[in-house]
């Protein structure tokens, strides 16, 4: 082994285990109309949203608990048919009193069926409750020391059964399939060897729907 290449590389990971935070669901109202006709298709969608927005919060849904967006509907129209949808996004820390709001919107359209030659639709539906999962709010310092005490114990042992001794970190470097990596500035490890880091520009922005969150590096242990 020639002198510029000894050094000992290693896999590590850095795991994130979170709590749930809240739960989220989602309700989307449709109103569509299959034939010309003098009521507006859009005013009626508006009115419908309005009406769910205020039976979730006659069932305990704080207002601020509610948003608006990100539906999978699109709108559309022309002389023959048309369509409106909004999309709800509702949460709650409480599980049970979500699919109880839930419960009270279907109550809501069922006390409020429409004549079949109504010229409008309306129509509703309804996703699952997730669960959210809290933020995991490691430093730098705590990720890389998490990674490096991990790969030590592996380098350590691959370099005993070589007759080698580890001096010191040389580089960390995240897998390219678990983050979009980019080059960071020198750093400086525990032991004062100059660190190379490339570490993901958002490490601690992880999926809200994800309650264990890992990380892949490969570290590099210069040996003598």
Not at 37 to 59: H, M, T, W
Not at 170 to 192: F, H, K, M, Q, Y
């Amino acid at each position: 082994m020639s002198e510029s290449a000894r050094f000992i590389e290693v896999i590590a990971q850095s795991a994130t285990d979170r709590r749930v935070d809240s739960y989220q669901a989602e309700v989307q109202v449709v109103v569509n109309s299959r034939k010309p006709s003098r009521e507006s298709c859009f005013e009626e969608s508006l009115k419908l949203r309005d009406e769910v927005i205020s039976v979730l919060k006659q069932s305990g849904i704080p207002e601020e608990n509610i948003l608006e967006g990100n539906g999978d509907r699109d709108w559309y129209y022309d002389e023959n048919w048309r369509s409106t949808a909004h999309s709800l996004q509702i949460s709650h820390k409480d599980i049970t009193k979500l699919i109880k709001a839930m419960g009270k919107v279907e109550q809501m359209f069922s006390a409020k069926k429409r004549s079949f030659f109504s010229p409008l639709k309306r129509s509703f539906t309804m996703k699952a409750p997730q669960a959210c999962y809290s933020n995991q709010n490691q430093t730098m310092e705590e990720v890389l020391h998490s990674i490096v005490t991990e790969a030590r114990k592996k380098a350590d042992s691959l370099a005993s059964a070589a007759g080698l001794q580890i001096s010191g970190v040389l580089t960390v470097i995240e897998d390219s399939d678990s983050g979009s990596n980019r080059s960071g500035n020198n750093l400086t490890a525990d032991d004062d060897y100059l660190m190379d880091l490339e570490l993901s520009e958002n490490y601690t922005v992880l999926s809200p729907q994800r309650k264990l969150a890992r990380r892949q590096f490969r570290v590099r242990f210069a040996v003598e």
